[in-house]
């Protein structure tokens, strides 16, 4: 079967603004496109944040938990500055090579906090694309990126 939901913790989503809802469904909406038939029955992905650590959990229709794994903050925590600092830099690129140079660098990190995200979720059987998927979500619950210019694309290399 599939995944057929990725739910944000209520103590998460009661902290963050209006912007903050329509980029977190957004980011869903693109996770479970990618993770929608990883699993063979039906779950429901629940993901809980903290202040140490991301509750990643996988729970059955009735709410029972088939899986969970705790990802600790300092795991992803060098990911996200490298991420936010390169978005920051994009913001104030001046000329089209900084813009692709950086637009690529932003690429790389993603993909290293995906590879990461994979290793700690690899009984989830999750693909390197759905953990940059679930990255991106999770950079999302800790950082307000509805400020923050250039997150949401990759830019063709001429």
Same mark, same amino acid.
């Given at each position: 079967?599939s995944f057929?939901?990725?739910?944000?913790?209520e +103590? %998460?989503?009661? +902290?963050g $603004?209006?912007?903050? @809802?329509?980029e977190w469904?957004?980011?869903?909406?693109? #996770?479970?496109?990618? &993770?929608?038939?990883?699993?063979d @029955?039906d779950?429901?992905?629940h &993901?809980?944040v903290?202040?140490?650590h991301?509750?990643?959990e996988?729970?059955?229709? +009735?709410?029972?938990? #088939?899986d969970?794994?705790? /990802?600790?903050?300092? !795991?992803l $925590?060098? @990911?996200i &500055?490298?991420?936010?600092? /390169?978005?920051r830099q994009?913001?104030?690129a001046?000329?089209?090579?900084?813009?692709e140079? #950086?637009?690529?660098?932003?690429?790389? %990190?993603?993909d +290293?906090?995906g590879?990461? #995200?994979?290793?700690?979720?690899?009984d989830?059987?999750?693909?390197?694309? $759905?953990?940059?998927?679930l990255? %991106? !979500? !999770?950079? $999302?619950l800790?950082?307000?990126?509805t400020? !923050?210019?250039? /997150?949401?694309?990759?830019?063709p290399?001429?």
């Amino acid at each position: 079967m599939s995944f057929d939901a990725v739910v944000i913790d209520e +103590r %998460t989503l009661s +902290r963050g $603004s209006d912007a903050q @809802h329509v980029e977190w469904d957004a980011n869903i909406r693109e #996770l479970l496109a990618k &993770i929608k038939d990883a699993v063979d @029955h039906d779950a429901a992905l629940h &993901i809980s944040v903290t202040e140490q650590h991301f509750v990643v959990e996988a729970r059955s229709p +009735r709410g029972n938990v #088939l899986d969970s794994k705790t /990802i600790p903050h300092e !795991l992803l $925590s060098e @990911h996200i &500055i490298e991420y936010v600092d /390169i978005l920051r830099q994009i913001a104030s690129a001046e000329g089209i090579n900084q813009m692709e140079a #950086l637009d690529m660098a932003k690429k790389v %990190t993603h993909d +290293r906090a995906g590879r990461v #995200l994979r290793r700690e979720l690899r009984d989830f059987g999750f693909d390197h694309e $759905s953990m940059r998927k679930l990255f %991106t !979500l !999770l950079l $999302s619950l800790r950082v307000d990126t509805t400020r !923050l210019v250039g /997150i949401h694309t990759h830019r063709p290399i001429r």
